[in-house]
């Protein structure tokens, strides 16, 4: 009753484009669903996202299910998921973009899901990790352990949307280390973050992930800028 009224007064709206929500509908709208621009790199080992990486860091696969344009759908949707606690957003994103990556043979090969992680202090400014529900959504649809104690990031930041393409690159390599026992050894680890944009990112947090023994790395993300 309770949520019948709440929904009368306050009715719930699409995170995409803010229009109410249909009955059947849920956080986004059949419109911006049909117009979400998809990257389809689960058609491909050899996508963008993975060459990507080229020469930079040894990767199993990697993939990120949306295309991030400023201004665009996807940008609104991580937005309101990064910054206005819409954590419902990487659940469902999760939820669906884990019906294509079924079609890969090699993430069922994956250990354990690890998230790009936040610092202590941004952890407790934010009070969430956005990647957390999307993680968690892949971890139930695979059946994939999701850990986010092994990889730590050990240097506080600014965001990194308030820093240019250079600023995003410089030092970060440093920024991320990792806490390992025996039983870590020769894992495949999925890691997943929002948006890929240089690389820089995941490529420190895959370095740092390789100290491991045996480690391999996949990457999964939400979205990957395009120009």
């Known amino acids: 009753m309770f ?19 249909l009955t059947n509908e849920k956080v986004i709208c059949t419109v911006c669903r049909h117009n ?16 990507k990486f080229y020469g930079r860091i040894p990767l199993e696969y990697a993939s990120a299910f949306l295309y991030f344009h400023k201004k665009g759908i996807v940008q609104e949707l991580i937005h309101k998921l990064k910054y206005k606690g819409h954590e419902e957003i990487g659940a469902i994103i999760g939820n669906w973009y884990a019906e294509d990556l079924k079609e890969s043979t090699i993430l069922k090969t994956a250990s354990v899901i690890i998230p790009v992680p936040l610092h202590k202090k941004k952890y407790k400014e934010r009070g969430y990790n956005q ?34 393409l250079l600023g995003r690159s410089e030092g970060i390599e440093t920024v991320f280390d990792v806490n390992f026992s025996e039983n870590d050894y020769n894992k495949h680890f ?17 370095r740092a992930l390789l100290k491991i023994p045996g480690a391999k790395i996949s990457i999964v993300c939400m979205a990957m800028a395009q120009s």
């Open 36 to 51: 979400i621009p998809l990257t389809n790199h689960h058609l491909s080992s050899e996508n963008e996202a993975f060459k």
């Open 190 to 206: 999925l890691l997943i973050d929002d948006v890929i944009t240089t690389g820089a990112t995941l490529e420190a947090c895959s």
């Open 131 to 164: 990647v957390t529900t999307f993680g968690l959504a892949l971890s139930e649809e695979f059946n994939i352990p999701y850990n986010d104690s092994i990889l730590f990031r050990a240097v506080y930041s600014k965001t990194q949307s308030q820093k240019s």
């Open 3 to 21: 949520k019948y009224l709440l929904n009368l007064f306050f009715p719930p709206v699409c995170s995409g484009c803010n229009s109410f929500l």
